[in-house]
Antibody
Framework: QVQLQESGPGLVKPSQTLSLTCAVS??????????WTWIRQPAGKGLEWIGRVHTSGSTSYNPSLKSRVTMSSDTSKNQLSLKLTSVTAADTAVYYC??????????????WGQGILVTVSS | SYELTQPPSVSVSPGQTASITCSGDKLGDKYACWYQQKPGQSPMLVIYQDDKRPSGIPERFSGSNSGNIATLTISGTQAMDEADYYC?????????FGGGTKLTVL
């Protein structure tokens, strides 16, 4: 059974960098599509795609966040990471990592982590 | 930027059919998928590639996509189906979610 577990600080100060890790178990991040993704959800609101990372290192980011986001993968640790710089209160949300399955044009997110609440506040 | 539009809410009586729409420019030329999210839980994939059900998803969930509209249909809706539903598609290399639809079973 594939499991994803997000971890990181639950509280980040404004203007600082949000850093999260997603540990994957039950599957190698080098399997299936080799793509993994991050998605966030502010309280009471909808889902927002942040971006995706391929285990080769290639990335695609949401244009609205592109200037502040960096995603990477570590195949030796079987984990993913997300960094979001210059955070503001608007970045307060539950952050999810998820596995990307499928192929170009019809990728979908089949396994999700439980999510981690990150609050931006001084 | 590409946008997907969903009705904020849909209501259905138990045992009846619920239809949730997702509209976007030439959405039928793309593939749509649907996620179910219950309160306090992570989203769960219920339909991918327009009309395919992942293993473990009941047959009462079905999907279609044509023209500018993708539709999630739940036949014989049960109380356990009450949840938020999100459509999602890709615009080039960017994933786009609809705003979500709250399905109420009453």
């Amino acid at each position: 059974q594939v499991q994803l577990q997000e971890s990181g600080p639950g509280l980040v100060k404004p203007s600082q960098t949000l850093s999260l890790t997603c540990a994957v178990s039950g599957d190698s991040i080098n399997s299936h599509s080799n793509y993994w993704t991050w998605i966030r959800q502010p309280a009471g609101k909808g889902l927002e795609w942040i971006g995706r990372v391929h285990t080769s290192g290639s990335t695609s980011y949401n244009p609205s966040l592109k200037s502040r986001v960096t995603m990477s993968s570590d195949t030796s640790k079987n984990q993913l990471s997300l960094k979001l710089t210059s955070v503001t209160a608007a970045d307060t949300a539950v952050y999810y990592c998820a596995r990307v399955e499928g192929a170009n044009g019809w990728f979908y997110f089949d396994y999700w982590g439980q999510g981690i609440l990150v609050t931006v506040s001084s | 930027s590409y946008e997907l539009t969903q009705p904020p809410s849909v209501s259905v009586s138990p045992g009846q059919t619920a239809s949730i729409t997702c509209s976007g420019d030439k959405l039928g030329d793309k593939y749509a998928c649907w996620y179910q999210q219950k309160p306090g839980q992570s989203p769960m994939l219920v339909i991918y590639q327009d009309d395919k059900r992942p293993s473990g998803i009941p047959e009462r969930f079905s999907g279609s996509n044509s023209g500018n509209i993708a539709t999630l249909t739940i036949s014989g809706t049960q109380a356990m189906d009450e949840a938020d539903y999100y459509c999602q598609a890709w615009d080039d290399s960017t994933a786009v979610f609809g705003g979500g639809t709250k399905l109420t079973v009453l």
